[in-house]
């Protein structure tokens, strides 16, 4: 049954990518539940489907990006929109505000920590602004000492102290310090300072996380960020991600899937963002294929470099995936993920695959392309330990080798085992009692004062 509304309406406005745009719409799901109106403010480039959620108000606004302008350097095209997008935010902030009426009052700004310019706008507006962060509190905690790690002098790494912890981030290796750092280096140290600073300033920290999962690192983000924390996730189980996907779903995965035994397929994503090469793309191909187990792979248009999507892989090799596998563009992840016939995820371990494998109990194989991935997949396999890590090692030997220990041996069923436990931990988080469902009625009651 609808719950009331209360009144109240809160502005959502998420950065204009698969990876944020799930978790702000689960937010907007979790916060419409409580009696709030929502309306969610985004660009023309990668617009949310509004007639997915027709209980939420969409407005558009101009990101200045053209057409035919490529969007593959995220980097580049976040510092592109936080110039383009401030202008006509403002405006349509200040529209709505105006239009805000007696009878439903707009509370509140709820936007991403990749937003640099909106907690300015909402100050000079009087509305408290609240920050979504997308990654794990442990990274997001990080962002403060990158700078000083990368000048450390941990780089270049020596093979003797590839697998040392790195001090002041475990339980990050320093052989996983250059993939966080990317080509990036210095450039880097002005928009991390910018995010720690807007989100001090700010009303509220919001994770998509949960105790269960990093209740230390949630109490360190308080210290740090000096803001109240709320840690709502994951509710994936009550408001699936795939509603809020960007791409054409092919749907056909389900009955693929039904097909299959139990356990017995293993689904390979690498997300929305990370590229590979053509080479990287051959090895995963022969190593699927060689392993001998079902899969279900997902190739998104563009991600191999140089390539528009399978054609690298020559006749011979399409047979022989197609005897125990099936490719596709874009899938339903969380369904598929859900699916019976699932037994395993090779991913990139992005913070929301991650969450929603644990939320499905899909034990991993862990093949991180940089920045958060790379502490997210250490969890993964080196503190919860339910997946196991390639370290970067994008060869069909080690790619067979993996999904047959996760897919046929003991080691696999161990790992099995242990994400069973973590599933059930994080399942009692969201239900009535848990740390995140709590933490969902304090945001609650902290919107409702603000
Ligand atoms: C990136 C970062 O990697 C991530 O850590 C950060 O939190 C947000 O930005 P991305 O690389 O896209 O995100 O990965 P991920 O966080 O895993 O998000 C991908 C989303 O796309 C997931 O919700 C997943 O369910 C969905 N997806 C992926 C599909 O619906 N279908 C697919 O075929 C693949």
């Given at each position: 049954m609808e719950e009331k509304r209360n009144g109240l309406r809160v502005i959502l406005f998420p950065l204009p990518l698969q990876g944020c745009i799930n978790p702000m719409i689960q937010l907007a799901n979790i916060l419409h539940s409580r009696g709030f109106s929502i309306t969610v403010i985004h660009t023309r480039f990668n617009a949310p489907k509004a007639s997915s959620h027709p209980l939420f108000t969409f407005l558009q606004i101009s990101d200045g990006l053209s057409e035919t302008q490529t969007k593959d350097d995220v980097m580049s095209l976040l510092a592109q929109i936080n110039i383009n997008a401030e202008s006509p935010f403002r405006d349509c902030l200040r529209e709505l505000l105006l239009e805000s009426k007696e009878s439903e009052r707009v509370s509140c700004l709820i936007d991403d920590?990749?937003?640099?310019?909106t907690q300015t706008v909402a100050e000079s507006l009087n509305l408290p602004r609240l920050v979504l962060c997308t990654f794990k509190a442990t990274f997001f905690n990080a962002y403060p000492s990158l700078p000083l790690i990368r000048t450390k002098g941990y780089l270049p790494v020596s093979d003797s102290e590839a697998e040392d912890s790195v001090p002041e981030f475990?339980?990050?290796?320093?052989?996983d310090l250059s993939k966080v750092f990317g080509e990036f280096g210095e450039k880097l140290d002005p928009f991390l300072h910018a995010v720690v600073e807007t989100t001090m300033s700010s009303s509220g920290l919001i994770f998509m996380s949960c105790e269960e999962l990093e209740k230390d690192s949630l109490t360190i983000a308080n210290e740090i960020f000096e803001v109240p924390i709320f840690a709502i996730g994951p509710f994936h189980s009550y408001f699936s991600a795939s509603s809020s996907s960007l791409f054409t779903q092919d749907e056909t995965c389900i009955p693929w899937l039904g097909n299959q035994k139990d356990k017995s397929v293993i689904y390979v994503s690498l997300g929305s963002v990370v590229n590979i090469t053509e080479t990287e793309f051959l090895e995963i191909a022969c190593g699927l294929s060689n392993s001998k187990q079902s899969f279900l792979w997902v190739v998104r248009p563009g991600s191999v470099l140089g390539a528009k999507w399978i054609e690298p892989l020559s006749e011979g090799l399409v047979r022989s995936l197609e005897e125990k596998g099936k490719i596709v563009k874009w899938a339903p992840q969380q369904e598929v993920l859900a699916h019976r016939a699932i037994g395993g995820f090779l991913t990139h371990n992005g913070w929301n695959s991650t969450l929603e494998s644990i939320c499905e109990g899909v034990p991993m194989i862990c093949l991180p392309g940089g920045w958060d991935q790379m502490l997210n997949s250490r969890f993964v396999s080196d503190i919860w330990k339910v997946g196991i890590h390639?370290?970067?090692?994008?060869?069909q030997k080690e790619i067979e080798k993996a999904v047959r220990m996760l897919m046929e041996e003991n080691e696999g069923e161990k790992i099995r085992e242990r994400m069973k436990v973590l599933k059930d931990e994080v399942e009692k988080s969201v239900k009535l009692g848990g740390s995140s469902f709590q933490s969902i009625e304090t945001l609650a009651n902290h919107i409702l004062l603000l």
């Amino acid at each position: 049954m609808e719950e009331k509304r209360n009144g109240l309406r809160v502005i959502l406005f998420p950065l204009p990518l698969q990876g944020c745009i799930n978790p702000m719409i689960q937010l907007a799901n979790i916060l419409h539940s409580r009696g709030f109106s929502i309306t969610v403010i985004h660009t023309r480039f990668n617009a949310p489907k509004a007639s997915s959620h027709p209980l939420f108000t969409f407005l558009q606004i101009s990101d200045g990006l053209s057409e035919t302008q490529t969007k593959d350097d995220v980097m580049s095209l976040l510092a592109q929109i936080n110039i383009n997008a401030e202008s006509p935010f403002r405006d349509c902030l200040r529209e709505l505000l105006l239009e805000s009426k007696e009878s439903e009052r707009v509370s509140c700004l709820i936007d991403d920590c990749g937003w640099l310019f909106t907690q300015t706008v909402a100050e000079s507006l009087n509305l408290p602004r609240l920050v979504l962060c997308t990654f794990k509190a442990t990274f997001f905690n990080a962002y403060p000492s990158l700078p000083l790690i990368r000048t450390k002098g941990y780089l270049p790494v020596s093979d003797s102290e590839a697998e040392d912890s790195v001090p002041e981030f475990p339980p990050l290796q320093k052989r996983d310090l250059s993939k966080v750092f990317g080509e990036f280096g210095e450039k880097l140290d002005p928009f991390l300072h910018a995010v720690v600073e807007t989100t001090m300033s700010s009303s509220g920290l919001i994770f998509m996380s949960c105790e269960e999962l990093e209740k230390d690192s949630l109490t360190i983000a308080n210290e740090i960020f000096e803001v109240p924390i709320f840690a709502i996730g994951p509710f994936h189980s009550y408001f699936s991600a795939s509603s809020s996907s960007l791409f054409t779903q092919d749907e056909t995965c389900i009955p693929w899937l039904g097909n299959q035994k139990d356990k017995s397929v293993i689904y390979v994503s690498l997300g929305s963002v990370v590229n590979i090469t053509e080479t990287e793309f051959l090895e995963i191909a022969c190593g699927l294929s060689n392993s001998k187990q079902s899969f279900l792979w997902v190739v998104r248009p563009g991600s191999v470099l140089g390539a528009k999507w399978i054609e690298p892989l020559s006749e011979g090799l399409v047979r022989s995936l197609e005897e125990k596998g099936k490719i596709v563009k874009w899938a339903p992840q969380q369904e598929v993920l859900a699916h019976r016939a699932i037994g395993g995820f090779l991913t990139h371990n992005g913070w929301n695959s991650t969450l929603e494998s644990i939320c499905e109990g899909v034990p991993m194989i862990c093949l991180p392309g940089g920045w958060d991935q790379m502490l997210n997949s250490r969890f993964v396999s080196d503190i919860w330990k339910v997946g196991i890590h390639l370290e970067g090692r994008i060869e069909q030997k080690e790619i067979e080798k993996a999904v047959r220990m996760l897919m046929e041996e003991n080691e696999g069923e161990k790992i099995r085992e242990r994400m069973k436990v973590l599933k059930d931990e994080v399942e009692k988080s969201v239900k009535l009692g848990g740390s995140s469902f709590q933490s969902i009625e304090t945001l609650a009651n902290h919107i409702l004062l603000l």
